[in-house]
Structure formats: C-alpha cells, structure tokens
C-alpha cells in the first residue's frame, strides 16, 4: 500500500511539473467563429426533426501550441411557422403569430493539436449539456408601431416559453485549420494568428421531451364564447446531433 501511495505521488509530482512547464511557456488565448449544417441523429431523426442552419463559437486558452481547454456554445433553429390570427372573435383586428423551435448547447471544450505548422489538424472533446425549447410571440400587424432607433421590436405584443428542457451533452470532433496570416511585434515575434478552419462533431444528447415544428395546434370555440383549445403534441427520443462547420480561427499571443 505504502508503494501504491509512493508511486501515485511520484506520478502526481510528474503531472504538475509538466502543467506548470506548459503554462509557464506559450500560453495564450484563442478563439473561433463558424457556421454549418445541424443533423439530427439516430431517435432524434427518426423523429423527423430537419436538418438545420446552426452557429458555433469556442473561447479557448492555449497551455501551449498542442493542448487548449476553454468552452463551446451553439444553437440552431430547427423549426419556424407563423400565421395571422384573429385579435378576437368580436373584433376584426389580426395578429402575427411566431413559433420557433431552437436547440442551444454549451459544453467544456479540450483541445489537442498535434502538428504544428500552417495546416493544423486537432481533435476535441466537449461535455455539458443542450436545451431544447418553443417559443410563440405576437406581433402587431401595423406597420407603423416598430422604431428603427430602438432595439426594442415595439410591435410585439406578448410572448411565452411553450416548453424548454435540458439534457446531459458530451461529443467528440476534429477538423483543421489553415493559417492565412500572421500577426507580428516590431522584433518580428508572432503575436497572433487568423486561420481558415473546417470542422465536423458529434454531439450526444440525453432523452428530453420537446416541440417539433406544427406541434402546437389551437382549435377555436365554435360559438366563439370559450377561449379555444390548444393542445401540445410532445415527442421524447434522445437529442443525438452531427454538426459540419466552416469559419475563422484566430489566435493572440
């Protein structure tokens, strides 16, 4: 037991040499902008939620020019309706109904590049978690009720969360970047980097319940005296999605 406790100290001493080594040396920050395609996998597309356009952003801190840790978020919008309603049954005014069904995740980012050069491949491992949520807001038909000079969107008259849950996440991913210029001190060092990168991740997700688009449906009272019915049509299947990305890398030292 005694050379268990001996060894495991030696090889704790080793691990905390070597990290105080890396960040001591080359330590700098980073970071990523992409866009791309969302791909539903497994349970989630057997569901038939579509494909979608989806954004991707990475704030990282390099230990050195191999290793990185640093944080991932994304979102997608997998689904869009909108309709003109009746303000009521008593009154011939119309409103603009919105629905959007968007999946936002954040995860812990590391990150292994192991080349250097001007074409960097790397691979990646991420942990954390995805919501999946609908959301229904109402706007007036006018024209006139929205200031340009505001960023308030003054013709929205009211707006709910129709569902929102959150599952456990975790993928794995790679790709490459391409250096396409450098950035340098009056001594010539490089202080900084913008790079072309391409990249492609899987992204595991936990069963959650969620909207699918055309989920929600309202059926109106026929004697127009009740409020209508509204029913919510949940599916449930696990949130497995593969991501495809294109964007800028950049880096300063």
Known sequence: MKKLVRELTMHMKKITILLSFSISFSQYFGGNISIGGAFPQGEFD?????????????????????????????????????REIPFNQWVALGLIEETRNSMLYGNLLLKILPFKGP??????????????NTTTKLFSQSNNCDNPETDVNECELASDTNASN??????????????????????????????????????????????????????????????????????????????????????SK
């Open 119 to 132: 074409v960097k491949i790397y691979g990646e491992g991420l942990l954390g978690f995805k919501n999946l």
């Open 166 to 251: 959150t599952a456990f996440g975790y993928g794995v991913g790679g790709g490459f970047e391409v250096v396409l210029t450098t950035m340098k001190d009056d001594e010539g060092n490089e202080v900084g980097a913008l790079s072309f990168l391409v990249s492609a991740k899987h992204l595991w997700g936990g069963d959650v319940q969620y909207l699918k688009e055309g989920a929600i449906t309202v059926t109106p009272d026929p004697n127009g005296i009740d409020f209508p019915d509204i029913n919510y049509d949940f599916s449930q299947s696990r949130t497995d999605v593969m991501h495809y990305n294109i964007g800028l890398h950049f880096t």
């Open 46 to 82: 057997a569901q038939e939620v579509p494909s979608s356009f989806a954004i991707d952003l990475n704030a990282l801190y390099y230990l050195n020019d191999y290793a990185a840790f640093g944080f991932n978020f994304g979102g997608s919008q997998y689904g869009y309706t909108e």
